[in-house]
Every structure is written in C-alpha cells, then in structure tokens.
C-alpha cells in the first residue's frame, strides 16, 4: 500500500494533554488545536518525505523503513528514531518515550501517539 498524498487532519482526540505532556507551551497548544493541519507524503519504496504544515509552522522529516533517522518533532526538536513498517499499512516508531503509530486504510491515515497514559489520536482524509 502506497502512503504518498495529501491529508488533512478531521479529527483529534486529547491534543492539549498530549502537547502539554511533552512541554509545548499553552499559548502554542491554543493556537494549534483547531487548526487543520495537511500533511503531504511521497513514499518512493521504503522511502518517505513528510511535510507538516500546521498553520504558519511546517516540519519536514525523511526517512527510510529500518534505518535510523533524525526526525524534527512538535516541539521543534529533533531526536534520532528507527521507523518500522508492521503489514503494508502501518508505520510504527518510538522516540523520547513516545509510541507512535500511523495507519492507513482507504483514504483515511490514523495517527496515534501514546506518551505514559495519555493517548492522542489524529484522524486525517485524503484531499
């Protein structure tokens, strides 16, 4: 299953306990809650580009399935992570205590992230 388009974020669920958990401070977490967001993938085989564009913010990360990457995060910093690829449809990483896990099915990507016990859920379309 190819991942390259368009989405646009539909629905999120606990964002500002989620972005409080990993430092972004309140005025940020208010202006970004209701924004939604569109990211653009190009996936060539085992490779990604992602943009971000949240807003006036965009972060843009690369990488490859199974190789260590640099990866910038939503706090603007940048961590070192390995993304795996579980089936065809699912991207799983892990960085600073945080489990991330992307899903594609149809013309709809879930993204979930779990610091502790705080679970943030990101529902986006394909435009």
């Known amino acids: 299953m190819n991942f390259s388009g368009k989405y646009q974020v539909q629905s999120q669920e606990n964002f500002e306990a989620f972005m409080k958990a990993?430092?972004?401070p309140d005025d940020l977490i208010q202006k970004g809650k209701d924004i939604k967001g569109v990211s653009e993938i190009v996936q060539n085989g085992k490779h990604f580009k992602l943009?971000?564009?949240?807003?006036?913010k965009v972060i843009q990360n690369e990488f490859t399935i199974g190789e260590e990457c640099e990866l910038e995060i939503m706090t603007g910093e940048k961590v070192k992570a390995v993304v795996q690829m579980e089936g065809d449809n699912k991207l799983v990483t892990s960085f600073k205590g945080i489990k991330s896990i992307t899903e594609l099915n149809g013309d709809t990507i879930t993204n979930t992230m779990t610091l502790g016990n705080i679970?943030?859920?990101?529902v986006s379309k394909r435009i």
Do not use: E, Y
């Open 22 to 24: 990993i430092g972004l």
């Open 51 to 56: 943009t971000i564009t949240t807003g006036s």
């Open 119 to 122: 679970v943030f859920k990101r």
